[in-house]
Each structure stands twice: as structure tokens, then as C-alpha cells.
């Protein structure tokens, strides 16, 4: 079986702010087609590499590689535009702005789709995140459910070749989460690489199939979900956090 084509990397990169190092010689590969995770404690840098990745931090050393360009001093538009869509762990919508407006926003100036194009993009990302009743709503009046699905939302609607997803699941209940991951399952199916960050270890796994685990910025376990989740030392990281058999 010929293995995917590179479609993201990171290669050997750092970030210290002062004497802190937030992330440490990181380096990572993402296939095309591929939906890897990325798990490890608060403050191990995981945000840190997607804003690496994204641009809006430069790294102190190393390179970022999207499609077989170096794009370590492309600014976050032009990394955007080019294929790279980012969602935030804590959603930040235009309140004021109906659903359907801030995909808008998303597909027009993020995308640099014509206005035909970005309505049409709007639609059926809409109908592809289960937002098509909600397109006419104010994003302010939105449940948490919602506005972790429109985060998503507004990153596809830039018609992203690679969705970079942190924590989408946080703070949902049992069922919403099942939900959210039946639509990643979706999404990736439908052939955008994707790197999700999350805590929530069962719903992560239902959706990858490679796992690398972070800590102090540096990557120390990388491989098949289940033997990196029964690896000593990500045991030893999550110490005083069960892993149940779903996760592990």
C-alpha cells in the first residue's frame, strides 16, 4: 500500500518565550487524508503548535511545510487561503452576525471565494455541520453545542484542505460529544486531513488513527492510538487520570 503523500510538517521547530520553551525541537508529519491526534497535559504546548502552524506565532528555529512549501514566514491569511483552517478552543463568533453571515465572512476573506462560490460553499458546510436550521439565528443566542459547531463551521467554510481542531469536545455533555464526532467522522471522510487537540481521550480515538503525545513541548510518544494510551510514559504523564477501556 504506497503511504500518503505529506500534506503538513513541522520539522524540528522551537518557541521560548523568555526562558520558558513552549515547544522543543518539534518535529510532525500529517498525510493527506489523515486525521491525526495530539494529546498531553495543560501547558504542554499544544495550542503553541497550531499557532506554529497557522502563523500567528513564528517559530525561533525549525520550518513548517504545507504541500511541499516552506511556509514559516507566510502570514496567517496567506496560510489560510492557501489550505489551512483553525478552530479555537473558546469560540469567539460575530454575536451580532446571523449563523450563515459569519460562514460568509469565513468564505469571502478567508477562502477568497467569489460571492457565488462562498454561498454556495456556506450551504453545504452548513448542512455538512447540522447548522442549516440555525443559518438565519444570531450566533450570540446560540447553545454551547451550537457555537462549537459553528467554531468548525466558520474554519470549513474556508474550504480548508487541512482542519487544525482544538478541543471541540470540551465542555460537552456524553451525548453532544457523540454528536460532534459523528460530524468529524464526516468531515474527514469527505477527505480533509485534519489534527484534532483533545482531552477527551474516547472521542479523539473514534476519529484518528495516529496519536502523538506532547508534554514540556516536546514530543515523547507518537504511534497507533491504543499502545500509545498503554505506553509507561504517557501513564506516567496522566498519572491520577484514568483511562478507561474505551480510551485505552
Not at 72 to 89: D, L, N
Amino acid at each position: 500500500m504506497t503511504a500518503a503523500k505529506t500534506i503538513l510538517s513541522m520539522d524540528m521547530v522551537s518557541k521560548s518565550y523568555g526562558a520558558l520553551k513552549v515547544t522543543d525541537a518539534l518535529s510532525l508529519t500529517l498525510g493527506e487524508g489523515e486525521a491525526l491526534g495530539v494529546i498531553g497535559p495543560n501547558g504542554a504546548g499544544k495550542s503553541t503548535m497550531f499557532n506554529l502552524i497557522a502563523g500567528g506565532v513564528a517559530p525561533d528555529e525549525g520550518k513548517v511545510f504545507f504541500d511541499g512549501k516552506d511556509i514559516t514566514g507566510m502570514p496567517p491569511f496567506e496560510r489560510c487561503k492557501a489550505g489551512i483552517g483553525r478552530s479555537y478552543q473558546i469560540p469567539h463568533p460575530f454575536e451580532g452576525m446571523t449563523v450563515f453571515e459569519n460562514l460568509l465572512v469565513g468564505a469571502r476573506f478567508g477562502g477568497d471565494l467569489s460571492e457565488a462560490q462562498a454561498y454556495d460553499r456556506c450551504v453545504a458546510v452548513l448542512d455538512q455541520t447540522g447548522l442549516l436550521p440555525k443559518a438565519n439565528v444570531r450566533a450570540g443566542s446560540l447553545t454551547l453545542l451550537e457555537r462549537k459547531r459553528l467554531e468548525m463551521a466558520r474554519a470549513l467554510s474556508t474550504n480548508p484542505r487541512v482542519l487544525l481542531l482544538d478541543e471541540i469536545a470540551g465542555g460537552l455533555t456524553e451525548q453532544e460529544c457523540h454528536s460532534l464526532v459523528e460530524t468529524i467522522q464526516q468531515i474527514h471522510a469527505s477527505g480533509t486531513s485534519i489534527i484534532w487537540i483533545e482531552h477527551i481521550v474516547h472521542a479523539l480515538v473514534a476519529v484518528v488513527s495516529r496519536l502523538i503525545v506532547i508534554n514540556f513541548g516536546a514530543k515523547i510518544e507518537e504511534g497507533e492510538p491504543k499502545a500509545v494510551m498503554e505506553s509507561a510514559a504517557v501513564r506516567e504523564i496522566y498519572m491520577g487520570i484514568e483511562v478507561d477501556d474505551a480510551a485505552a
